[in-house]
T-cell receptor, first 113, second 115 residues
Framework: QKEVEQNSGPLSVPEGAIASLNCTYS??????FFWYRQYSGKSPELIMF????GDKEDGRFTAQLNKASQYVSLLIRDSQPSDSATYLC?????????????FGGGTRLMVKP | EPEVTQTPSHQVTQMGQEVILRCVPI?????FYWYRQILGQKVEFLVS????????KSEIFDDQFSVERPDGSNFTLKIRSTKLEDSAMYFC?????????????FGPGTRLTVL
């Protein structure tokens, strides 16, 4: 059973602070890793993806991947109230597995003005 | 910017009725997916579709479910005899070519309510 685990939160941070969201996955064959943002009642919106160990930066967002520890994280710098949402970690087993995504339960982030 | 569209946005049906949820994937994408999210729960994979056939399906995707790409643009999910537990948000997603990034883009979803 492939599992993706996230702390459900809520994670509360003040405006302007760094929010750190974490995710662990069980299947070592996982090939690519995604962070989606989901507002209540809306669909998942892609924030960024990462394939290789290390850090990947995109604007205020940094994804970090450690395959040895089976750990993915997302850092949001200069957090804004509009970042308040649920952040979903998703893991992809690759093309041979039909690219199905396995999602974590999400971490709810609250950014307080 | 190209996007995945879904209709209807909300479908209410009686238990035992058939429903068809429709999706128009991004036009040059080749891989298509259905996911569902029961209120307060995880997003769950249902099925993937490529080259006019199912490539993967989950345990959820039983004989009550079917998918079809009836023409060059639409991708549909049919539930033959709906149950109360089918009430959920259903998301369609699409992905580009095999040689490109394996990033799936989600449509806005259809909220299915089974009474």
């Amino acid at each position: 059973q492939k599992e993706v685990e996230q702390n459900s939160g809520p994670l509360s941070v003040p405006e302007g602070a760094i929010a750190s969201l974490n995710c662990t996955y069980s299947d070592r064959g996982s090939q690519s890793f995604f962070w989606y943002r989901q507002y209540s009642g809306k669909s998942p919106e892609l924030i960024m993806f990462i394939y290789s160990n290390g850090d990947k930066e995109d604007g205020r967002f940094t994804a970090q991947l450690n395959k040895a520890s089976q750990y993915v994280s997302l850092l949001i710098r200069d957090s804004q109230p509009s970042d308040s949402a649920t952040y979903l970690c998703a893991v992809n087993m690759g093309w041979n597995a039909g690219n199905m995504l396995t999602f974590g339960g999400g971490t709810r982030l609250m950014v307080k003005p | 910017e190209p996007e995945v569209t879904q209709t209807p946005s909300h479908q209410v049906t009686q238990m035992g009725q058939e429903v068809i949820l429709r999706c128009v994937p991004i036009s040059n994408h080749l891989y298509f997916y259905w996911y569902r999210q029961i209120l307060g729960q995880k997003v769950e994979f249902l099925v993937s579709f490529y080259n006019n056939e199912i490539s993967e399906k989950s345990e959820i995707f039983d004989d009550q479910f079917s998918v079809e790409r009836p023409d060059g643009s639409n991708f549909t999910l049919k539930i033959r005899s709906t149950k109360l537990e089918d009430s959920a948000m259903y998301f369609c997603a699409s992905l580009g070519a095999h040689w490109g990034p394996d990033t799936q883009y989600f449509g806005p979803g259809t909220r299915l309510t089974v009474l």
